[in-house]
């Protein structure tokens, strides 16, 4: 791992690299967390409708009433540090995981119970894969679409076997659902594919589901997708 001081001058931040991903286990100590953790991909951005930013405090609220902590792209800002503001109101744990190069577009949260800096995209992809007992996809733009639907294929691949939630607040995913159900039709991808993307339509529904599934604490196969 490689030290960086950009956040702060005084403290140290490790920087994850590909290298770590080999042995991840070792880089995400989950042993001294208190709590499940929920990774949430959503917008650094907060949209149009104040409907979205109620929906992230609602679902960090939530998360944190019902024992779960939060693992998600470590910004201060959109939705992302609504979430993660609204958790650790309620005293829930937070961990956020942040490229370097990010830092110029996305401020970091300062107020975390743990921050990772990573060297890449894939690097911070897969530290907060290997932390999530489920994930949880509320509104966002393009990040948020190839996060989720880089899980969903990493299910379909036989990746991992962690829950998928799509909270679809103000019918935000109902056309990317219905071109999902397309794809399906046209022999693309398999009707268990998709019915592996839970979607629930409130943050009551969706915590709901979680109370049974986040007792499943499957790893990322690392080795395959670092391709050892």
């Known amino acids: 791992m490689q030290t960086n ?13 590909s290298r770590d991903l080999s042995h991840i286990e070792k880089a995400v100590d989950k042993s001294s967390l208190h709590m499940p953790l929920v990774a949430v991909y959503c917008g650094s951005r907060m949209g149009s409708d104040s409907v979205y930013a109620d929906a992230a405090t609602e679902l960090g609220h939530a998360l944190a009433d019902n024992g779960m902590g ?4 470590g910004a201060s800002i959109g939705l992302m540090g609504t979430v993660a503001d609204a958790v650790m109101a309620r005293g829930a744990e937070a961990v956020g995981v942040i490229p370097t190069f990010m830092l110029k577009h996305e401020v970091a949260h ?3 119970t743990r921050l990772h800096l990573t060297d890449t995209m894939h690097t911070r992809k897969t530290v907060m894969a290997e932390y999530a007992d489920a994930f949880i996809t509320l509104p966002g733009g393009l990040g948020t679409l190839e996060e989720i639907m880089e899980i969903a294929t990493w299910r379909q691949l036989y990746q991992h076997e962690k829950p998928m939630i799509i909270l679809n607040i103000n019918g935000f995913y109902d056309r990317l659902l219905e071109h999902l159900r397309y794809t399906a039709e046209q022999g693309f ?14 943050v009551a529904e969706a915590i709901d589901a979680l109370q049974v599934i986040v007792t499943i604490d499957d790893q990322i196969d690392t080795e395959t997708m670092v391709g050892n």
């Open 5 to 17: 001081r950009n956040l702060s001058a005084n403290e140290h931040y490790e920087v994850l690299t």
């Open 70 to 73: 939060l693992v998600y792209g």
């Open 110 to 112: 300062q107020n975390l």
């Open 189 to 202: 991808m398999k009707a268990e594919d998709l019915e592996r993307l839970v979607v629930c339509n409130s």
